[in-house]
């Protein structure tokens, strides 16, 4: 079972990953585009598995109280 941190650190990784890739698509104009989609394929499973366990440990704590 995954922690809200580390769900939160998933959802940070993610955005840091595509900022990256999509900056320095941006200034180097070589990156080829299956190596800028891919990442940003990464980027998205990393940011919506992140939201997931995020949402799942505040639905428990929220349990947790009542």
Do not use: Y
């Not at 079972?1 to 900022?19: D, K, P, T, Y």
Request: with cysteine; net charge positive.
């Amino acid at each position: 079972m995954l922690s809200r941190q580390r769900g939160l650190q998933l959802e940070a990784f993610g955005c840091i990953l595509i900022v990256t890739v999509m900056l320095a698509d941006r200034f180097l104009f070589t990156l080829q585009d299956g190596f800028v989609l891919a990442t940003a394929i990464i980027s998205a499973i990393f940011l919506t598995v992140g939201i997931r366990v995020v949402k799942r440990a505040d639905e428990q704590e929220q349990q947790k109280t009542k």
